[in-house]
């Protein structure tokens, strides 16, 4: 029984430590869709902080300036989104795609520049902390490897990932700000006669998707592998915007919708331990079945934001 619940506890950690990375980037999708502005270029922004938080990380020994230098950088590619997008009213799909390109791309050729030709970073030093590592162990609160521990002793970045869907829920559903970014999602025309400006609105929206994203790649590449490699995000950004549309475009959706992905994932990775009969490229391949599963259950019973992928122009032509 006791091998059991051990079990359990190894899923569940396992779950919330892959999930986090998904609901950083998530929530930045929430952010930007609300606005009316697409981003499917999340990946590629993923791929960038990724690269990014594991560089200054590893040459400054922070993670944490690491991991704000990966948001930083995401929100530098959802910048050059929101300029094609937002102000050249360039198709959005088609900026996404190239973003995808353009974070992968600059990310391994900085990758080889930086670090002798390789498409991956050195180990980091010195990972994201541990903040309730003081209750487990021999003498502590909790034994160390139990349940507990296997649950809760984990990265500071899966406890922020869920201290700032709290915060994202509020500015959304309880300030100005964020009924403003829901007007500018619904009816930009109207929001407009009011004196709200659409296109702030929508750069700040795209350059905070592109933030959060950045926050997922490192959440990634620091906390959970301790270094960048040419193959570490695997379609995670697209798995967070399949998340974001399976969450109703809510950042408590969102959210529940990464940790069903994130628990595919620990699946995965349990069964592998255990040995079990299974390809190991068919255990790989449980977390995007399941997102293509759930995509197709849901078409047709969510309401995306009404002027979502619309091109707003100010002048009315």
């Given at each position: 029984?006791?091998?059991?619940?051990?079990?359990?506890?190894?899923?569940?950690?396992?779950?919330?430590?892959?999930?986090?990375?998904?609901?950083?980037?998530?929530?930045?999708?929430?952010?930007?869709?609300?606005?009316?502005?697409?981003?499917?270029?999340?990946?590629?922004?993923?791929?960038?902080?990724?690269?990014?938080?594991?560089?200054?990380?590893?040459?400054t020994q922070?993670?944490?300036?690491?991991?704000?230098?990966?948001?930083?950088?995401?929100?530098?590619?959802?910048?050059?989104?929101?300029?094609?997008?937002?102000?050249?009213?360039?198709?959005?799909?088609?900026?996404?795609?190239?973003?995808?390109?353009?974070?992968?791309?600059?990310?391994?050729?900085?990758?080889?520049?930086?670090?002798?030709?390789?498409?991956?970073?050195?180990?980091?030093?010195?990972?994201?902390?541990?903040?309730?590592?003081?209750?487990?162990?021999?003498?502590?609160?909790?034994?160390?490897?139990?349940?507990?521990?296997?649950?809760?002793?984990?990265?500071?970045?899966?406890?922020?990932?869920?201290?700032?869907?709290?915060?994202?829920?509020?500015?959304?559903?309880?300030?100005?700000?964020?009924?403003?970014?829901?007007?500018?999602?619904?009816?930009?025309?109207?929001?407009?006669?009011?004196?709200?400006?659409?296109?702030?609105?929508?750069?700040?929206?795209?350059?905070?998707?592109?933030?959060?994203?950045?926050?997922?790649?490192?959440?990634?590449?620091?906390?959970?592998?301790?270094?960048?490699?040419?193959?570490?995000?695997?379609?995670?950004?697209?798995?967070?915007?399949?998340?974001?549309?399976?969450?109703?475009?809510?950042?408590?959706?969102?959210?529940?919708a990464c940790?069903?992905?994130?628990?595919?994932?620990?699946?995965?990775?349990?069964?592998?331990?255990?040995?079990?009969?299974?390809?190991s490229s068919?255990?790989?391949?449980?977390?995007?079945?399941?997102?293509?599963?759930?995509?197709?259950?849901?078409?047709?019973?969510?309401?995306?934001?009404?002027?979502?992928?619309?091109?707003?122009?100010?002048?009315?032509?």
């Open positions: 029984m006791e091998a059991f619940i051990k079990d359990i506890g190894f899923i569940i950690g396992t779950t919330l430590m892959y999930s986090t990375p998904l609901m950083f980037t998530s929530l930045g999708a929430v952010i930007t869709e609300r606005s009316g502005v697409v981003n499917i270029g999340l990946e590629g922004m993923m791929f960038f902080g990724a690269f990014v938080g594991a560089a200054v990380a590893y040459y922070s993670p944490w300036l690491g991991f704000f230098c990966a948001a930083l950088g995401g929100a530098l590619l959802a910048l050059i989104h929101a300029i094609a997008c937002v102000s050249f009213a360039a198709e959005q799909i088609v900026s996404g795609i190239a973003m995808n390109f353009l974070g992968s791309g600059a990310a391994l050729f900085l990758s080889r520049l930086f670090f002798d030709g390789a498409t991956q970073t050195l180990t980091i030093p010195n990972k994201i902390p541990l903040p309730l590592a003081f209750l487990f162990g021999d003498g502590k609160l909790f034994k160390s490897a139990g349940f507990m521990d296997l649950i809760f002793n984990r990265f500071a970045t899966v406890y922020l990932a869920f201290l700032l869907v709290a915060v994202v829920w509020f500015v959304l559903y309880k300030t100005k700000v964020g009924m403003r970014i829901q007007a500018v999602g619904e009816h930009p025309e109207a929001a407009d006669t009011l004196g709200i400006s659409v296109y702030r609105i929508r750069y700040g929206a795209v350059m905070m998707s592109g933030f959060f994203a950045g926050m997922g790649g490192a959440a990634m590449s620091i906390a959970v592998v301790s270094r960048f490699s040419n193959t570490l995000i695997s379609g995670h950004g697209f798995i967070a915007l399949a998340a974001m549309i399976f969450g109703k475009w809510k950042p408590q959706g969102a959210m529940l940790l069903l992905f994130g628990g595919a994932k620990g699946l995965e990775i349990f069964l592998g331990a255990k040995g079990f009969p299974v390809p068919l255990l790989a391949m449980l977390p995007y079945i399941l997102t293509i599963v759930v995509l197709v259950g849901i078409v047709g019973k969510t309401t995306p934001p009404a002027a979502i992928g619309k091109i707003f122009d100010k002048s009315g032509k």
